[in-house]
């Protein structure tokens, strides 16, 4: 039961509930996503091979050569995905991330260690507050890199399921805040260093590059911008959602229909719902021990980390000894997951007895990934599409084709900005990663605005509203059909037009109010991070 509006029950809908019910009416008349992704490849493969054969060539502004569309249909082309069929699958990246924190987590979550973290930790707090505890949590989950996407949503559903609550609105809103707010967090991450070495590569050749750019240019906005998503994605999550899942009459458990699943999954069997117990701070004595066991292992895995990290000639540390903006420690983010998952998991699981030996840890493991395996399945064809798309060059032709039209409009002053922001949140929709489109507009945009007077850190934030508030409508975006996995566990019917129906108030709204957070900061001239202001030399 997932399109059934409130007017079924009450005779009548708002008008949100029915704008709402129209996009998921509409979007879960796309295809299945296996079949969507094939027929959205072959148009790739079609639309590519005519480019090629019409010579089309990119210029990409501050690329040694010129990029040149490759057609599918071609000699090459068929060379190219006979011999790579199995590589473009296995090298599709969520796998790499997803695979091995399913694992982890499935360690920490049948040794019931998660339910007691949760029940020990958010026991005692006020029902109200989840939603917003939820937002912190997503919004400044960046930290973790992509593993946010995998670890942040269920952990939300069962904090709201102990609590409680409607489950489905804490796995929705949990990705929804890890995912509109990507680009954004109170602490500084990785993202950060990264963005600021591409706008300096960038400003590096201007006559008149403005502040340097640096991990810390855009820290104010970021904070500021961080503390009104963490509000307004928990209001959301409580005002908007909860109430619409209510009102839609969407499971609060998951269900064990196979025939439904096999119909709408690819065969994924997610099992029966498990038990969460309700919401209390009040532990068993054995569960008492195996928490504290369990945190003490957990610490002293992280302190092991932390003092690895730091010897001077540590293996993790880059060519400089730092750590920003790319080293090893920051590419073992996954790894740093993995343990700090199971090994507490372990613990856990050995004190209280959930884990007796170890013909159990291959068991509880197994059981996660059997829970994920449609997505392993839509997987293959999800590293097929994304192959095509950026062996064949189409992506760099979509960013460059969109900067030159903005560009040839010819706006000036904040209107420039707000249509600047406007552009990546479209190109958005087609390139995931933020660091490949950052690297493509910048090249465009940050010397075109360094004209206009603004400074490159401003662009710098500018771009990252666009960058983060539309990657939850596409389903371009791997870790969507993550999530619509995890979703349909509680709703074997649902579509992509249901999550997308679920993630609109949250792009909306985050969007606007993100740029209005801009706008304070564009006015009252304030500056972006230390030392990086609104405006050269202002």
Do not use: C
């Amino acid at each position: 039961m997932t399109t059934e509006s409130a007017s079924t029950r009450s005779g009548r809908s708002s008008l949100p509930d029915r704008l709402l019910g129209t996009v998921e009416r509409i979007g879960n008349k796309l295809p299945d996503p296996f079949m969507l992704f094939l027929f959205l490849f072959l148009i790739v493969a079609v639309l590519s091979t005519a480019m090629a054969w019409a010579n089309v060539v990119v210029t990409v502004p501050g690329a040694a050569e010129e990029t040149v569309i490759k057609g599918f249909f071609t000699a090459e082309g068929l060379s190219w995905f006979t011999t790579t069929l199995g590589a473009n699958y296995l090298g599709f990246p969520p796998l790499a991330t997803v695979l091995p924190i399913l694992l982890a987590v499935g360690v920490a979550e049948k040794s019931g260690l998660l339910s007691a973290l949760i029940r020990r930790a958010f026991g005692s707090a006020p029902r109200w507050a989840l939603p917003y505890a939820v937002g912190f949590v997503g919004v400044t989950g960046s930290i973790m890199s992509d593993a946010a996407f995998v670890v942040i949503p269920p952990l939300a559903a069962l904090v709201f399921k102990a609590a409680g609550r409607h489950p489905v609105a804490g796995l929705l809103g949990g990705f929804a805040a890890a995912g509109a707010g990507y680009s954004t967090s109170m602490l500084v991450t990785s993202l950060d260093a990264l963005f600021s070495g591409i706008t300096t590569a960038v400003t590096a050749s201007l006559p008149n590059p403005g502040a340097p750019v640096n991990p810390l240019s855009n820290y104010f906005f970021n904070f500021v911008s961080s503390f009104v998503l963490i509000l307004l994605a928990g209001f959301i999550i409580d005002k908007i959602l909860e109430p619409r899942l209510t009102r839609q009459g969407v499971p609060t458990e998951e269900t064990a229909d196979a025939e439904a699943e096999g119909k709408n999954t690819g065969g994924t069997n997610t099992g029966s719902a498990a038990a969460v117990p309700a919401l209390s701070s009040e532990l068993t004595g054995t569960e008492r021990k195996g928490v504290i066991w369990a945190v003490a292992a957990g610490a002293v895995v992280a302190a092991a980390i932390l003092a690895g990290a730091l010897l001077p000639d540590s293996p993790w540390r880059n060519e400089d000894g730092g750590f920003l903006p790319k080293s090893p420690l920051l590419n073992s983010i996954v790894f740093i997951v993995f343990v700090l998952f199971t090994v507490p998991g372990l613990v856990y699981g050995k004190i209280t007895g959930t884990i007796a030996s170890g013909k159990d840890i291959p068991r509880v493991m197994g059981a996660s990934i059997k829970d994920m395996s449609g997505f392993l399945v839509l997987a293959f064809i999800l590293g097929q599409f994304i192959a095509l798309f950026n062996w064949s060059g189409i992506g760099n032709w979509i960013a460059v084709a969109g900067a030159g039209g903005l560009e040839s409009i010819g706006l000036t002053g904040y209107p420039a900005i707000i249509g600047f922001i406007a552009l990546a949140s479209v190109l958005n929709l087609f390139i995931i990663s933020g660091s490949a489109m950052w690297t493509l507009m910048a090249s465009v945009f940050v010397p075109m605005f360094a004209l206009l007077g603004f400074e490159p850190a401003f662009i710098q934030g500018a771009f990252r509203v666009g960058d983060s508030a539309t990657q939850i409508l596409t389903p371009l975006n791997p870790y969507m059909i993550v999530l619509l996995t995890m979703l349909r566990k509680y709703e074997p019917q649902a579509g992509l037009g249901t999550v997308i129906a679920r993630m609109l108030p949250f792009t909306v709204l985050f969007w606007l109010a993100w740029v209005g957070v801009l706008t304070v900061f564009y006015v009252l001239n304030l500056p972006m991070g230390p030392g990086n202001g609104i405006y050269i030399g202002g």
